[in-house]
Protein backbone atom coordinates (compact mmCIF):
# COMPACT_ATOMS: atom_id res chain seq x y z
CA UNK A 1 0.00 0.00 0.00
CA UNK A 2 1.49 3.57 -0.47
CA UNK A 3 2.17 5.16 2.41
CA UNK A 4 1.38 8.93 4.02
CA UNK A 5 2.96 10.99 6.67
CA UNK A 6 0.19 13.82 7.35
CA UNK A 7 -1.21 16.22 9.61
CA UNK A 8 -5.12 16.74 10.46
CA UNK A 9 -7.39 19.62 12.08
CA UNK A 10 -10.39 18.34 12.61
CA UNK A 11 -13.25 20.58 13.31
CA UNK A 12 -16.28 18.55 15.11
CA UNK A 13 -19.73 19.27 13.52
CA UNK A 14 -20.87 17.86 17.16
CA UNK A 15 -19.70 20.93 18.93
CA UNK A 16 -19.91 23.64 16.31
CA UNK A 17 -22.64 22.77 14.19
CA UNK A 18 -23.07 24.45 11.16
CA UNK A 19 -20.46 26.85 12.12
CA UNK A 20 -17.59 23.95 11.28
CA UNK A 21 -17.60 24.50 8.12
CA UNK A 22 -16.92 28.39 8.23
CA UNK A 23 -14.52 27.78 10.65
CA UNK A 24 -12.56 25.16 9.01
CA UNK A 25 -13.03 27.49 5.51
CA UNK A 26 -11.61 30.36 7.32
CA UNK A 27 -8.43 28.25 9.15
CA UNK A 28 -7.80 27.17 5.37
CA UNK A 29 -7.22 30.65 4.22
CA UNK A 30 -4.98 31.30 7.51
CA UNK A 31 -2.61 28.03 6.98
CA UNK A 32 -2.29 28.74 3.28
CA UNK A 33 -1.53 32.59 4.13
CA UNK A 34 2.08 31.56 6.27
CA UNK A 35 1.30 28.25 8.09
CA UNK A 36 4.76 28.21 9.22
CA UNK A 37 3.28 31.17 11.60
CA UNK A 38 0.49 29.24 12.98
CA UNK A 39 -0.25 26.66 15.63
CA UNK A 40 -2.75 24.60 13.04
CA UNK A 41 -3.03 22.01 16.01
CA UNK A 42 -4.25 24.50 18.29
CA UNK A 43 -7.06 25.95 15.48
CA UNK A 44 -9.16 22.61 15.60
CA UNK A 45 -11.38 20.46 17.96
CA UNK A 46 -9.37 17.58 20.22
CA UNK A 47 -10.69 14.08 18.61
CA UNK A 48 -9.07 11.13 19.98
CA UNK A 49 -6.79 10.47 16.99
CA UNK A 50 -3.50 11.90 16.63
CA UNK A 51 -2.57 15.09 14.92
CA UNK A 52 0.59 13.73 12.91
CA UNK A 53 0.16 10.27 11.41
CA UNK A 54 3.74 8.78 10.54
CA UNK A 55 4.03 6.88 7.21
CA UNK A 56 0.32 5.16 7.42
CA UNK A 57 -1.06 2.79 5.41
CA UNK A 58 -4.15 3.29 3.42
CA UNK A 59 -5.87 1.02 5.47
CA UNK A 60 -4.74 2.12 8.35
CA UNK A 61 -5.84 5.52 7.67
CA UNK A 62 -9.39 4.27 6.58
CA UNK A 63 -9.62 2.52 10.22
CA UNK A 64 -8.85 5.89 11.92
CA UNK A 65 -11.04 8.26 9.93
CA UNK A 66 -13.39 6.34 7.11
CA UNK A 67 -13.35 5.58 3.75
CA UNK A 68 -14.43 8.72 2.43
CA UNK A 69 -11.62 11.03 4.41
CA UNK A 70 -9.05 8.04 2.54
CA UNK A 71 -9.91 8.41 -0.97
CA UNK A 72 -9.74 12.05 -0.30
CA UNK A 73 -6.59 12.03 1.25
CA UNK A 74 -5.45 9.33 -1.14
CA UNK A 75 -5.51 12.36 -4.01
CA UNK A 76 -4.30 15.12 -2.02
CA UNK A 77 -0.73 17.15 -3.27
CA UNK A 78 1.71 16.91 -0.67
CA UNK A 79 3.35 20.48 0.61
CA UNK A 80 -0.48 22.72 0.87
CA UNK A 81 -3.25 21.92 3.29
CA UNK A 82 -6.26 21.11 1.74
CA UNK A 83 -10.42 20.46 3.01
CA UNK A 84 -12.36 20.83 4.55
CA UNK A 85 -13.04 17.08 4.48
CA UNK A 86 -15.17 14.52 6.23
CA UNK A 87 -15.00 11.64 8.63
CA UNK A 88 -16.98 10.85 11.42
CA UNK A 89 -14.94 13.26 13.77
CA UNK A 90 -16.32 15.86 11.19
CA UNK A 91 -14.61 17.92 8.92
CA UNK A 92 -10.36 18.32 8.84
CA UNK A 93 -8.17 19.82 6.91
CA UNK A 94 -5.26 18.13 5.83
CA UNK A 95 -1.80 18.15 4.98
CA UNK A 96 0.27 15.47 3.41
CA UNK A 97 3.43 16.21 4.43
CA UNK A 98 5.26 12.76 2.66
CA UNK A 99 3.80 10.50 0.27
CA UNK A 100 5.26 6.85 -0.82
CA UNK A 101 3.99 4.86 -2.96
CA UNK A 102 3.25 1.52 -2.90
CA UNK A 103 5.64 -1.03 -3.57
CA UNK A 104 6.20 -4.70 -4.39
CA UNK A 105 7.65 -6.50 -1.47
CA UNK A 106 10.55 -8.49 -1.63
CA UNK A 107 10.26 -12.20 -1.67
CA UNK A 108 12.45 -12.18 1.38
CA UNK A 109 9.73 -9.73 3.15
CA UNK A 110 7.22 -12.05 2.38
CA UNK A 111 8.98 -15.11 3.55
CA UNK A 112 9.62 -13.28 6.58
CA UNK A 113 6.24 -12.16 7.44
CA UNK A 114 5.10 -15.95 6.45
CA UNK A 115 7.58 -17.60 8.81
CA UNK A 116 6.65 -14.96 11.59
CA UNK A 117 2.57 -15.65 11.24
CA UNK A 118 3.55 -19.64 11.20
CA UNK A 119 5.55 -19.28 14.21
CA UNK A 120 2.58 -17.36 16.09
CA UNK A 121 0.06 -19.38 15.20
CA UNK A 122 2.02 -22.61 16.56
CA UNK A 123 2.75 -20.56 19.64
CA UNK A 124 -1.01 -19.85 19.90
CA UNK A 125 -1.85 -23.43 19.46
CA UNK A 126 0.88 -24.58 22.28
CA UNK A 127 -1.09 -22.26 24.72
CA UNK A 128 -4.24 -23.33 23.43
CA UNK A 129 -3.48 -26.87 24.40
CA UNK A 130 -1.94 -25.75 27.89
CA UNK A 131 -4.38 -24.39 29.10
CA UNK A 132 -6.75 -27.01 27.87
CA UNK A 133 -4.60 -29.48 30.05
CA UNK A 134 -4.76 -27.51 32.97
CA UNK A 135 -8.50 -26.70 32.88
CA UNK A 136 -8.85 -30.77 33.09
CA UNK A 137 -7.18 -30.42 36.12
CA UNK A 138 -9.88 -27.83 37.85
CA UNK A 139 -13.21 -28.08 38.90
CA UNK A 140 -15.27 -24.64 39.05
CA UNK A 141 -17.44 -24.07 41.75
CA UNK A 142 -19.70 -20.99 42.26
CA UNK A 143 -21.12 -20.25 44.98
CA UNK A 144 -24.01 -18.00 45.33
CA UNK A 145 -24.58 -16.32 48.61
CA UNK A 146 -27.90 -16.13 50.11
CA UNK A 147 -30.02 -13.01 50.06
CA UNK A 148 -32.11 -12.16 53.16
CA UNK A 149 -35.44 -10.49 51.58
CA UNK A 150 -36.65 -10.20 54.94
CA UNK A 151 -34.30 -6.90 56.01
Known amino acids: ?10 FSSDDRGDAARVDAEQALLLLGSDSSMVN ?19 STITSRFGRDFTEAVSVLEPGAWSGPI ?14 LPAE ?10 VR ?7 RKAAIDRLYEELAKQYTIV ?4 EIDETS
Open 86 to 99: YSGFGLHLVIVDEY
Open 104 to 113: RPTLEAVERE
Open 142 to 145: VEVP
Open 116 to 122: RDYSNQR
Open 40 to 58: AEALGDPIPLPYRLELASL
Open 1 to 10: EPRFTLRQVA
